[in-house]
């Protein structure tokens, strides 16, 4: 699915703020996460704030230019996304350790994550909707997969799992108005 300059303006602005149900499509695919820690509005804030810079890369169109900047990415995103391992901080290392036995052996460096959001490429098959407080320590994390039930994710799982999950599972379908009866969760 190709991802245009005004789509990505859309998500940009659901990574800042609860979209409105207007306009909203059908469907919605769920991730349900449970959290190592119960402090779901810092965990949401983690995550949006990866998740923003990535887009602001993409509505930029940075990707022209080689080696993208990464200036704008979280610290510990950055540190579980490469290197450096001394950076890593509790909750990015525990997801980190969690995402590898849930997922994968290898890492994302952080570079070919944030080539996922490419909108010139089809690699990402989902657009970020919402987070919401399922209880605690669960965040129940939408996204638009159109309608699919299955779709490249992995990117996702990574940033879900590094910015402190302890477990993630789906996708799942369900039905917008699912989404529309649960309470956003904002940092």
């Not at 303006?9 to 991730?31: D, I, K, T």
């Not at 450096?84 to 994550?113: M, N, P």
Request: glycine share 6%; net charge negative; aromatic share 12%.
């Amino acid at each position: 699915m190709l991802h245009d300059i005004d789509d990505l303006r859309q998500e940009r602005n659901r990574a800042e703020a609860r979209p409105s149900a207007e306009g909203a499509p059908p469907v919605l695919s769920v991730f349900e996460v449970v959290l190592a820690v119960d402090d779901s509005p810092a965990y949401v804030r983690r995550t949006r704030a990866v998740l923003s810079a990535a887009l602001d890369l993409a509505i930029a169109g940075a990707f022209d230019e080689g080696e993208l900047p990464t200036g704008d990415i979280p610290a510990w995103f950055m540190a579980a996304s490469g290197s450096a391992e001394a950076a890593l901080t509790g909750f990015s290392r525990r997801g980190r350790d969690r995402y590898h036995a849930a997922v994968s052996e290898k890492s994302w460096d952080v570079q070919w994550w944030l080539f996922e959001f490419d909108p010139d490429h089809e690699f990402r098959g989902w657009s970020w909707w919402d987070a919401t407080q399922a209880e605690a320590r669960r965040v129940r994390v939408w996204a638009d997969s159109w309608g699919e039930s299955f779709f490249a994710c992995d990117e996702l799982r990574w940033l879900l799992y590094t910015a402190g999950a302890e477990e993630v599972a789906g996708p799942f379908l369900a039905d917008t108005s699912e989404w529309e009866r649960e309470v956003s969760v904002h940092g």
